[in-house]
């Protein structure tokens, strides 16, 4: 796990100090803006095939039950995977994996013109997924200096919620009747394409933005951070990841970001149900005018997000920690409100909460993963854990239901399970911080 680093992020360090102090956090260097645009059309892709495949397992005829098996297809990737790819990660320089991650991600899409079945052709598109996101993150721990990581995410995670919200809009598009029919007129003379449905049309098309983004990919820059070689035994590397979560765990930096980072996803994912079924019988909202409400919380992340990148430093990141126990204490005020218009500012502001204290702890914990481990190592951690909590919470969420719950009852278990873990963090963090001095690890280099 010990790791050697040359090139630009080298040079970054041997810059004057009078250099490092005038130049400004936000400022980027031009690698990063390939970097946010390959992840921009990968993401795109990624939210708009989900839209596509739900299609497709309908003009199969496929039970409803399916449509949920789609995400957790997907999900399960990242976590049964997750001992693997940070070696893949570390194997090469990390523009080249992205690039490769997202021609597996076409294959996937390709798969679903064959007799693959669609859940089995979306988990092939989780494995590039998996795959490709130890590489994203990673690269910016190469790239940048600590000081810019914060901004760094949050570019990224605006970014990626924008994705989300277009993703889906395009997904949709796509397989309207409109779209579809112009699409299905075109044809190639002399070649029967088996192009007959929307879906499939859909796909196509979102196979070209998964090519445009393997096409930003070529264009990262090589940051000429080098690691060990990687071991390829299975049982060892599984022993590795096993090592690396427990050092993480251990971490006093480490344990309180993971365990944000990981509460945040599952409850993320958790509460795009939640918006969906409180929709449905708090305002009477169909289903199409429901799934405006999960853009609207995703707006309200990416503005949290983009207000944290601004305003909070890496050495102060712990400092955002009240805000997370604010958003769950805010999130059962939804079981108040009976108009569309008053939901609109509300989800905005649970979801700008939610980015405001998420994007500092995502940018502290790729910063003590980066000195305690390699960077593809410390992003497999931390996506195996997140997306386990997903998986997790989501199966709660369903025994919850499972038990003819009200959705009232729902939103107020799960904004107080919220509010307590966030407390319970903060408490940890308040008895390690009696030991040690956190804006001193934050600095701490590994030598």
Excluded at 35 to 61: K, Y
Excluded at 172 to 191: E, H, K
Excluded at 414 to 419: C, E, I, N, P
């Amino acid at each position: 796990m010990a790791r050697r680093q040359t090139g630009q992020a080298a040079h970054e360090s041997g810059k004057p100090a009078l250099e490092r102090r005038h130049e400004s956090p936000f400022r980027m260097k031009r690698g990063f803006y390939t970097i946010m645009a390959a992840q921009f059309f990968s993401s795109l892709a990624d939210n708009a095939l989900l839209i596509a495949a739900i299609a497709l397992l309908i003009e199969m005829h496929a039970p409803e039950w399916m449509k949920p098996l789609l995400k957790l297809f997907f999900t399960v990737s990242y976590v049964m995977l997750a001992p693997f790819v940070g070696a893949l990660a570390d194997s090469m320089p990390k523009g080249r994996v992205m690039f490769v991650t997202n021609l597996v991600k076409i294959v996937g899409c390709m798969l679903m013109f064959f007799t693959i079945h669609p859940l089995l052709a979306y988990g092939v598109v989780g494995f590039g997924a998996a795959a490709y996101s130890p590489a994203k993150y990673g690269i910016l721990t190469e790239l940048l200096p600590p000081e810019k990581l914060v901004a760094a995410n949050g570019w990224i995670e605006g970014t990626t919620v924008g994705s989300i919200i277009l993703g889906t809009v395009l997904g949709g598009a796509l397989i309207s009747p409109t779209v579809a029919g112009t699409l299905l007129a075109f044809d190639l003379p002399l070649v029967d394409t088996g192009i007959d449905t929307p879906a499939e049309s859909a796909i196509v098309v979102i196979a070209v933005f998964y090519a445009i983004a393997a096409a930003f990919n070529l264009g990262i820059p090589d940051t000429g951070a080098r690691y060990p070689q990687q071991a390829r035994n299975p049982f060892r590397l599984v022993r590795e990841f096993l090592g690396c979560c427990r050092v993480l765990w251990r971490d006093k930096l480490g344990q309180i970001s993971l365990a944000v980072t990981t509460l945040f996803w599952g409850a993320g994912a958790t509460l795009q149900f939640i918006v969906l079924d409180w929709a449905r019988h708090a305002l009477g909202l169909p289903l199409s005018r429901a799934a405006i409400l999960q853009g609207v919380v995703a707006l309200g992340i990416a503005v949290g997000a983009v207000l944290a990148a601004r305003v909070v430093r890496l050495r102060d990141s712990l400092r955002v920690l009240p805000v997370g126990v604010a958003m769950g204490l805010v999130v059962p005020t939804m079981t108040l409100v009976s108009s569309e218009w008053v939901a609109f500012p509300l989800l905005v502001l649970v979801g700008a909460m939610a980015g405001f204290f998420v994007v500092p702890m995502n940018a502290l914990l790729q910063h003590r993963g980066h000195v305690l481990m390699s960077a593809g190592h410390s992003i497999a951690v931390q996506n195996f854990n997140e997306n386990l909590n997903i998986l997790l919470m989501l199966g709660l969420y369903s025994l919850l239901l499972r038990l003819e719950l009200g959705v009232n009852l729902v939103i107020v278990i799960f904004g107080g399970f919220v509010a307590l873990t966030m407390i319970a963090v903060m408490r940890l963090h308040a008895a390690n911080q009696r030991v040690f001095d956190s804006v001193a690890l934050i600095g701490q280099s590994k030598h």
